[in-house]
């Protein structure tokens, strides 16, 4: 009888699957899991809360592009402009903030325009000029980020055409 007494308990219960692994394992897979839930949480707390912080003067990093309305203008002579303009964020800037800005964009973007002439504009320099109106003019509507640093960085024509 010693014999089928050790070959039945040899073999496995019948609510038990050969297969799984003891209890104690899966306790420590759980507890193994839970830390890593709290590290990385821990992780992105930290990020958020420690966000960057920008000093006046201080360099901000590139964000996204913010493409503005194509607009035409009439000029102050009476020729048209068309512009695509785009504004470069800061990395710190959130576009779907300033999404609610842009018609004021656009306005700033018209009323620099609009006192230029075709002869005007013809030169390069004359249009980096007026980019960086258009320029202060946004950076006036978006604001800083920390009281310090801009949100909008620089300005690009991505058409333009003078008729």
Same mark, same amino acid.
Do not use: W
């Given at each position: 009888? @010693?014999? !089928?007494?050790?070959?039945?308990? @040899?073999?496995?219960?019948?609510?038990?699957? $050969? /297969?799984?692994?003891?209890?104690?394992?899966?306790?420590? &897979?759980? %507890? #193994?899991?839970?830390?890593?839930?709290?590290?990385?949480?821990?992780?992105?707390?930290?990020?958020? =809360?420690?966000?960057?912080?920008?000093?006046? +003067? *201080?360099?901000?990093?590139?964000?996204? %592009?913010?493409?503005?309305?194509? =607009? !035409?203008?009439?000029?102050?002579? +009476?020729?048209?402009?068309?512009?695509? #303009?785009? &504004? *470069?964020?800061?990395?710190?800037?959130?576009?779907?903030?300033?999404?609610?800005? &842009? $018609?004021?964009?656009?306005?700033?973007?018209?009323?620099?325009?609009?006192?230029?002439?075709?002869?005007?504009?013809?030169?390069?320099?004359?249009?980096?000029?007026?980019? /960086?109106?258009?320029?202060?003019?946004?950076?006036? %509507?978006?604001?800083?980020?920390?009281?310090?640093? /801009?949100?909008? !960085?620089?300005?690009?024509? !991505? +058409?333009?055409? =003078? /008729?």
């Amino acid at each position: 009888m @010693s014999t !089928t007494a050790a070959a039945l308990k @040899s073999q496995p219960k019948a609510d038990e699957d $050969p /297969q799984d692994p003891p209890k104690k394992s899966k306790k420590k &897979l759980f %507890i #193994i899991i839970a830390v890593l839930v709290l590290l990385i949480g821990g992780y992105e707390a930290k990020a958020i =809360l420690l966000a960057p912080h920008y000093k006046p +003067g *201080q360099k901000v990093p590139m964000g996204k %592009i913010l493409p503005l309305d194509q =607009l !035409t203008v009439n000029m102050s002579d +009476g020729h048209l402009v068309q512009a695509s #303009i785009s &504004l *470069q964020l800061s990395s710190v800037a959130a576009p779907s903030t300033m999404s609610s800005d &842009l $018609p004021r964009f656009d306005d700033a973007a018209i009323g620099v325009l609009s006192t230029q002439t075709y002869q005007g504009l013809l030169p390069a320099a004359a249009r980096e000029h007026v980019k /960086q109106e258009i320029l202060q003019d946004c950076q006036k %509507i978006a604001g800083t980020v920390d009281g310090a640093a /801009q949100q909008v !960085t620089a300005i690009y024509f !991505t +058409g333009f055409v =003078l /008729q």
